[in-house]
């Protein structure tokens, strides 16, 4: 549905987007990470066509955007980190004006409204103006704004920055329904929000993609480091730590508390392999106890942190 080939984009000397290449289909929901200055706003907005790359082209079904930048932004509904509210107004004649530039007929965009109140979770704030609602009421009134013309293709540039928990989950849940029938790209720094929500992550890293693939497959096949928790008892920190130094894959060892005769640790490993075993067999030939051993499952911030770092 999305084709991004070979996109390109400076800023005088700056290279802003490296060269980069993404296909999306119907229906998935891509989520787009990468720390400050990576260059996903800049894709985004070459995708809406709110600005030209240097070089490298964007299409979307049978239109690109050099050729077509009206009928691509017709197919996309965008919200921009900042949604563009126009804050005097009140929330139902904002979504009124907004039905009405994007040439939907009375009758229809009052339908639309009725629908978008109910989705979005504004119905209880339609006769607020904007300036009294709280952040999460405008991010969902700008995601109201951006289906109003029920788009095929969302596309959201950080639409839960600035909220608290709550609304992020709120947020979050309404991002999940409208992706049952909507191709979604969205880019964000949370990211637990990406791992919750999308069914794919593309992260870039200096204007480059250093990572694309479905969420779960992400996650099991990166190569991240890993940690293990341990709780001993009878054990001192500077004889367990000169035993399990010793064992292939350790990197670092650490001491978390010690106290009421009990020694807590993590354990720090940089290998694939599953080193529990050894340390079990090291504990085990001391006369500590062994109280408790964990390991910490991959997340998605200990693929991020080690993709980024290393690119």
């Known amino acids: 549905m999305i084709s991004i080939q070979d996109l390109t984009k400076y800023y005088g000397s700056n290279c802003a987007v490296d060269h980069i290449n993404m296909e999306i289909s119907k229906g998935e929901i891509v989520g787009l990470l990468g720390p400050n200055g990576a260059g996903k706003t800049t894709t985004l907005r070459i995708l809406t066509c709110y600005m030209k790359p240097t070089s490298g082209d964007i299409t979307v079904k049978d239109y690109n955007i050099h050729e077509n930048p009206i009928e691509i932004k017709n197919m996309i509904g965008y919200l ?148 293990l928790s341990m709780t001993l008892m009878n054990a001192d920190f500077p004889s367990i730590s000169s035993k399990i130094r010793g064992i292939e894959g350790v990197s670092d060892i650490k001491e978390v508390k010690n106290e009421n005769n009990s020694l807590s640790l993590q354990i720090f490993c940089n290998t694939h392999k599953d080193i529990r075993e050894d340390i079990y067999k090291t504990i085990k030939s001391t006369d500590s106890i062994l109280l408790e051993f964990t390991r910490e499952s991959a997340s998605l911030e200990n693929v991020f942190r080690k993709l980024t770092k290393e690119n």
Request: some cysteine; glycine content about 4%; overall charge negative.
């Open 80 to 227: 921009p980190e900042s949604a563009p509210l126009y804050h005097q107004m009140m929330t139902y004649d904002y979504l009124q004006l907004v039905g009405d530039i994007r040439n939907i007929p009375p009758d229809e965009r009052e339908k639309r409204i009725e629908e978008l109140a109910d989705l979005c979770g504004i119905r209880e704030i339609m006769h607020k103006n904007i300036n009294e609602l709280s952040k999460g009421y405008k991010q969902r009134v700008g995601l109201a704004h951006a289906m109003m013309s029920d788009p095929e293709i969302l596309v959201l540039d950080e639409p839960t920055s600035g909220l608290d928990p709550n609304q992020i989950i709120e947020v979050r849940e309404i991002i999940k329904e409208i992706g049952k029938t909507k191709t979604i790209l969205f880019s964000t720094h949370i990211l637990s929000e990406a791992e919750a929500t999308c069914n794919r992550i593309v992260i870039i890293n200096q204007g480059k993609i250093v990572a694309d693939k479905p969420t779960e497959i992400l996650l099991q096949t990166a190569n991240v480091d890993y940690s």
